[in-house]
């Protein structure tokens, strides 16, 4: 098992910043790959950013050079710095890990909402 608590987000005019982060703890050894995804009402997840296996950073394209995402595993945390918002930016955004053992967890969401 993995928990994953998440911390950041908020309101942010067009243009700015924020930073989420994502606090993970038990059986941190079993992670494969993390990522973020966000959620808009009525739609399905869209993915976001994420760490593969082999620790490549990747990017949807209409976040490539505006997010950025980092850990410190030293405090196994994940990090999305998220720059130059727009208003299309705004979703609940959640981190996830998948691990060796195929399992998928989630944190709890984070709102993000970017006014024009």
């Known amino acids: 098992q993995v928990q994953l608590v998440q911390s950041g987000g908020g309101l942010v005019q067009a243009g700015g910043s924020l930073r989420l982060s994502c606090a993970a703890s038990?059986?941190?050894?079993?992670?494969?790959?993390m990522g973020w995804y966000r959620q808009t009402p009525g739609t399905e997840r869209e993915w976001v950013a994420g760490?593969?296996?082999?620790?490549?950073?990747k990017y949807t394209g209409s976040v490539k050079g505006r997010f950025a995402i980092s850990r410190d595993n030293a405090r196994n945390t994940m990090y999305l710095q998220m720059d130059s918002l727009k208003p299309e930016d705004t979703a609940v955004y959640y981190c996830?890990?998948?691990?060796?053992?195929?399992?998928?967890?989630w944190g709890q969401g984070t709102q993000v909402t970017v006014s024009s």
């Open positions: 996830v890990v998948d691990t060796l053992s195929g399992l998928q967890f």
């Open positions: 038990g059986s941190i050894f079993s992670i494969k790959a």
């Open positions: 760490f593969t296996s082999g620790g490549t950073t």
